[in-house]
């Protein structure tokens, strides 16, 4: 049987009702195959069936007291993946969607993005089904305090250093760190998206957004165009979201759409920015509330989209981000995106891409930015943040995203010039996963079976 064929089926037996991770690993495995073709040291050192085993994971009990005095309990997760190019590095996500094979897909992304961005980082994924929507403050105190109880004991600066993702943003990483120094007394770069005033970086909050605006800038760039004057449709309301919007408005991009998880926003006078970060970031409510103050604006809900169809891949657009979760962009919606002109998708968002809908966007070889690249802005402006806390300084916002530019730059170049190397120019999905794994695979050779 062809070897990646018997390693998906090897990974459905062995690690069961996984399909968001054997959907990553085959898609990795299968644009590796003129690799493993050229370079028989891949196969010879079994790195295939070493690489899709994590090496360590952690699954804990996180129990917490709710504000009735009720006693609730969470799974908690942290998937310490590859380590062969630097510490663990890597996200938490707190939603009620999480799974074991969610953070194992996640975490299995996190390797070849971290290889990706040229910086000394392994990969790692964690979070718990744990559901921050409606939970108090001190609710949400309690129970990251109790998550770090545990996780606390197998994390460290140069160990591995967790970060936000869906469901933890600043207020999260605040309580999760005031728990690891009560714990252990270490005032040290442990986490990362922490706010300013205590160890965070700024530019942070803004990275993974503009990174994958500069990405897609990058991509234009490369054919004679540009996303000055462009109509991007965007979906998610989170970080990732608004700090794309943000970015694109900057630069002279038209972003007209947002969503969550109830629905979506069509503002063709262009998202009111101010309004949305107000509802988001500090009021933390539903998008609704955004039609009510903002007259141009259209609400609909789920239940109105077009069968078998996100709604707002329908809004006609020349740039489209996704920015919101997993498989949230199919087969039918890549069609109709493409209908309708769209000639850049550049992906905030994990994986955001069924397998349909990026096999429609490679064959119609529009300029197409798969998420462990055009989302790796966050990651490496994390590493930056840690790079701060090591020498206890902190650099200014233009020096931080100048970096990050420059990190964008980088690995659009490396992702197109291993695409042009293996005879697909236009393949940037082909020349990320290359490229990433290239990295990581000589360096476990290098460190021997272990
Ligand atoms: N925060 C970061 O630095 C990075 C985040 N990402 C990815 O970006 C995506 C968004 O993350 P953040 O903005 O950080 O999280 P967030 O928690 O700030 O926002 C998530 C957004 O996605 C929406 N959402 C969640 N599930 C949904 C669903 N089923 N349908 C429609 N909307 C849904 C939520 O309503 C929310 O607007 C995720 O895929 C995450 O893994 C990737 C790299 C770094
Ligand atoms: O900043 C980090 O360490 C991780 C960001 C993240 O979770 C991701 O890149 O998906």
């Known amino acids: 049987m062809p070897y990646v064929a018997k390693t998906i089926d090897y ?37 295939i069936d070493r690489i899709v085993e994590p090496e360590r994971q952690i699954f804990f009990r ?7 005095g009720e006693v609730r309990v969470n799974k908690g997760y ?44 392994g990969g790692a994924k964690g979070g718990s089904n744990f559901d921050p929507k409606g939970k108090s403050d001190n609710e949400i105190m309690r129970f990251c305090q109790s998550f770090m109880n545990e996780l606390y004991r197998h994390i460290g600066s140069t160990i591995d250093v967790p970060a936000g993702d869906i469901g933890v943003g600043g207020r999260e990483i605040g309580y999760l760190y005031g728990q690891y120094k009560r714990l252990t007394g270490h005032y040290e770069g442990v986490l990362t998206g922490k706010k300013v005033n205590w160890g965070g970086s700024l530019a942070r909050t803004e990275a993974t957004g503009y990174g994958a605006v500069y990405f897609a800038e990058n991509m234009l760039h490369a054919h004679g165009d540009s996303l000055t004057g462009k109509v991007c449709t965007v979906s998610g309301s989170g970080n990732v979201a608004i700090y794309t919007i943000e970015k694109l408005q ?52 789920v239940s109105e989209y077009p069968k078998g169809q996100n709604g707002v ?23 109709t995106l493409l209908k309708n002109g769209c000639l850049c ?13 990026m096999q429609r966007f490679l064959a119609a070889k529009i300029c197409y930015g798969p998420g462990k690249a055009a989302n790796a802005g966050g990651v490496s402006t994390s590493q930056l943040e840690m790079s701060q806390n090591a020498s206890m300084q902190q650099w200014r916002f233009e020096e931080v995203d100048t970096k990050l530019q420059g990190i964008m730059r980088g690995i659009f170049r490396i992702s197109s010039e291993t695409a ?22 000589d360096s476990m050779i290098d460190q021997g079976v272990v």
């Open 11 to 47: 990974l459905k037996v062995s690690s069961p009702a996984q399909d968001e991770f054997y959907q990553a690993a085959e898609e990795v495995l299968n644009s590796l195959r003129p690799l493993f073709e050229r370079e028989k040291k891949y196969l010879k050192h079994n790195i």
């Open 62 to 68: 996180v129990a917490w007291l709710d504000d009735a």
């Open 78 to 121: 942290r998937i310490q993946f590859n380590s062969a190019v630097g510490p663990y590095k890597g996200g938490l996500r707190f939603h009620p969607s999480v799974t074991a094979g969610t953070i194992k897909f996640l975490g299995f992304e996190q390797i070849f993005k971290n290889s990706l961005s040229g910086l000394a980082i």
């Open 250 to 301: 900057q630069l002279g991009a038209k972003a007209v759409t947002v969503s969550d998880s109830q629905g979506m926003i069509y503002d063709p006078e262009g998202i009111d920015l101010a309004l949305l970060k107000d509802i988001k970031e500090v009021r933390r409510e539903r998008l609704t509330a955004y039609t009510a103050e903002r007259k141009s604006a259209k609400y609909t809900p």
């Open 313 to 335: 891949w329908t809004v006609p657009c020349q740039a489209a981000f996704p920015s919101a979760t997993q498989n949230e962009l199919n087969g039918k919606d890549a069609d």
């Open 345 to 357: 998708v550049s992906e905030g968002a994990n994986m955001p891409s069924t397998h349909e809908a």
């Open 420 to 441: 042009k190397e293996f005879g697909e120019p236009h393949n940037l999905v082909l020349g990320a996963n290359i490229a990433g794994f290239r990295k990581v695979a």
